[in-house]
């Protein structure tokens, strides 16, 4: 018997177990779609740097694709028509959402055709701003732009077309979200897809206005107490923007974006205007632009009459060229 020899322990050596490792095929992620982008996703976190899920990016990376199910149809509609779209993405951050929807339009769903359309990411920092432009220079995203504008400036902005097709803000807090619908409406946007977050402006003037309520209207008990003031303002906030969409000639859905247990702030407002519209629709369009009228008068919210009766079509007059 040689004296060098080692006894087995019937375990495998470190040099058995880094060879089996190698030898082992990468991991198939059996959720990711033919043609995406591995660099895009491990620039958004979904992917690990070696290229992995894990159970949160898992449950991240199936978030996205719900979402995008909404708006597929859309990009799908609007090119149906043989024009190219225009989307619109408000409160764009590190424009998350813009660069999956164009990986998973152009790369993966129409991959070598020639699908036309652009992504105009709108973001107040300009430090995000210049790193999506960086990102889509090295991915080869051509058809996005990234605008260092608020949503107002955007509204008047010339560096956007004077019609988009569609208009999305996720996440968009407060009063963000009003003004993506403005800008929308002025726009004359076909769709709007919108998922509020924090709204409180209504809240406020719910409060400021509660003990006069109290006295003149039983209803105000919904809102009597702080936390029900919170509540409530945010309830009936969506309630109002779902009403302006149809007061402008919308169509509106509104469902779960996903599940509550991943978040609270799970709202989805579909809107969707008619190319032409019927009598029925514009009996709706008018019976809306009522409701709207008497739902802030009943709740005591008149000041904000403004801020949910955008005038479209005066905006719209001053883009358009003579």
Known sequence: MQKNSTPSTGKPTRKALAAAQAARPAQVIEELRPG???????????????????????????????????????LNEVCAAGQGFTLADHGAGKSYLGFILYDLFFNVAHPGDKARGHIYGIE???????????????????????????????????????????VTALHACDTATDDAIAFGLARQARHMVLVPCCQAEVAGVLKKSRVLNLNKNPLAELWRHPLHTREFGSQITNVLRCLQLEANGYHVTV???????????????????????????????????????????????????DRFAVAASEIHQELTPV
């Open 36 to 74: 995406q982008s591995i660099e895009l996703l491990k620039e958004l976190h979904i992917l690990t740097r070696e290229g992995k899920l894990n159970q949160d990016t898992r449950r991240k990376l199936k978030q996205v694709y719900h979402l995008y199910q909404f708006i597929e149809p859309l």
């Open 124 to 166: 107040t920092r300009a430090e995000l701003v210049e790193k999506s432009r960086a990102l889509a220079a090295r991915l080869g995203f051509a058809n996005m732009s990234f605008l260092n504008l608020s949503v107002q400036q955007a509204t008047l902005s010339a560096e956007l077309p004077p019609t988009v097709d569609i």
């Open 255 to 305: 469902t779960e974006l996903v599940g509550w247990e991943h978040s609270m702030k799970n709202e989805l407002i579909l809107a969707s205007r008619p190319a032409t519209p019927d009598a029925a629709s514009t009996a709706k369009t008018r019976a809306a632009q009522t409701r709207l009228q008497q739902v802030l008068a009943e709740l005591g919210l008149g000041e904000l009459t």
